[in-house]
C-alpha cells in the first residue's frame, strides 16, 4: 500500500514531507513531487506532514484522481530524488485551494 502524491500538489510543492521520510521515495518534478511506489515503505509519515493533504495512500486515492497513481510510477523514474526541504512555489497559497490542478503539471 504506496502512498501517492494527488493534484492538491500541483503548483504548490511544499516539501515539508521529504524531511520526515526515513527512504528516498520522494522526487521532484517541475511543479510537484511524485512517490516512487518501489522505495516507499508505507510508514506513513509523511501524509500528515502534507499542508495541503495531497499525500494518501493508494487504496485512499479517489475516484477522479486515480491517475495519479500511474503518474508517481511513471514520474518517479524519471525525476530526481528530493530528501531535503525546500522553500514551496512562489504562488503556492495562491494555488493551494484549486481543484482541477492536471492541466497545470509540468513534466
Known sequence: MPFVVTESCIKCKYTDCVEVCPVDCFHE???MLVIDPDECIDCTL???ECPV???MSDEDVPENQREFIELNAELSQEWPVINEMKSPLDNADDWKDKTGKIDYLER
Open 53 to 55: 493533504e495531497a499525500i
Open 29 to 31: 518534478g517541475p511543479n
Open 46 to 48: 509523511c501524509e500528515p
